[in-house]
DNA sequence: TAGATTGTTAATCGATTAACAATC
DNA sequence: TAGATTGTTAATCGATTAACAATC
């Protein structure tokens, strides 16, 4: 297996791709090129040629890429092709939200179990899923082998319930806390910063009126 | 009013600078450098250098940036210092958890209404707030002033709820739904993209597994 | 003063864009 | 075949890092 770095801005690209791809199939589109694509995405051709040379050769000459294609070879450089299986854990507002969120099902992360630190919670069922105590929680990861944690707690137990997950055995983490965890090099986490993306809708919101 | 323009690199460095600053201040540390504030934040010293000049000469030679005045200017510069009025669409399960979620209203943005269109949802309160039809959302918007409009709505309904807003006079969008909206030059928008941020992590997983 | 650390310029690195031969 | 469009190399652009004089 070749293993050519892919910078984080491509990787970051992707799921974009795989957005508009979605859209395409959707319309009906068979086929579509670099060109074309850049008109509706943003990126230029040039652009798009490159990032999806990074995987392997997709399109041909003189035709462009077969959408449906395209569609199946980057769902399957992201990982869509495979079932991942997830825990929540931190059952309140945001916890609950993606809890009831079943489009991520959809993309293959199925949500096998939730957990929470409030007794008042705990046994209380969200999609059917009762939500266990926080205890339970590493001896469930080990047993079932869970893939991935989504981590909904207050921020100051972020780190503490990253850890039991990593000593678990988990591979990787979303986590929904404004910290940045720290984990070994073999676990991977994704961050979503609310607070982060409202300051920057700020920030620009005072640069542009000015 | 000089206008150096600023990289979008740059400005997305500025909310986590605001993050580990208000860490620093909850314990106590009145002075850093940028070499100490680069062990704990991630960037090189020389960036951290390089971004804060960007903005104005926060430091002194010899003894570094004082933690509290260069909070208070990162927070100037994100547009921290004023409160936005703001407005969220869809009170469905992220829009609700968005809505309870009190600590964006420490950061300034103060939520005056919700609106969706679904009846049976009208007039339900979160957190006092009492959601309205969405037939009123273009008149309330106009009269109350507002900012910041929060789109929680479904994808389809995205760039309708969108393009209500900017003829309304909305000057920024915080976006929630799997799209890119289209808006004018002078209205700002910035996407929370969860499907993506998930999307991310597994590739990164595939990746790293490999 | 001597030591520390900034602000800033120059050097390097990486990412994006342009160009075009290859080829469907 | 002629036209279209890719894959890929080279050129450009921008962002990060290194270095150091200025100065507290």
Request: hydrophobic content about 40%; aromatic content about 8%; overall charge positive.
């Amino acid at each position: 297996m070749d293993k050519k770095k892919i910078s984080m801005a491509v990787v970051k690209r992707l799921p974009k791709y795989h957005r508009y791809l979605t859209e395409l199939i959707k319309n009906d589109i068979d086929r579509i090129s670099s060109k074309d694509l850049s008109e509706k995405i943003g990126f230029t051709a040039s652009q798009i040629r490159q990032d999806l040379n990074c995987f392997g050769d997709f399109g041909q000459q003189g035709y462009g890429y077969n959408v449906k294609e395209l569609y199946n070879h980057i769902s399957s450089i992201l990982g869509l092709s495979k079932q991942y299986r997830t825990i929540l854990i931190g059952a309140g507002n945001i916890g609950q939200a993606i809890a009831n969120y079943t489009k991520f099902e959809r993309l293959g992360f199925i949500l096998e179990a939730i957990f929470d630190a409030n007794p008042k919670l705990v046994g209380i069922k969200i999609r059917d899923i009762a939500i266990r105590d926080i205890d339970e929680m590493e001896e469930y990861v080990v047993k079932n082998k869970i893939d991935i944690g989504i981590i909904c707690v207050p921020r100051v137990n972020a780190q503490k319930v990253c850890d039991s997950l990593v000593k678990s055995g988990i591979k990787g983490i979303w986590n929904f806390a404004p910290v940045d965890l720290v984990v070994p090099d073999n676990v991977t986490t994704e961050n979503v910063h609310l607070s982060e993306s409202l300051m920057t809708l700020s920030y620009l919101l005072k640069d542009k009126q000015s």
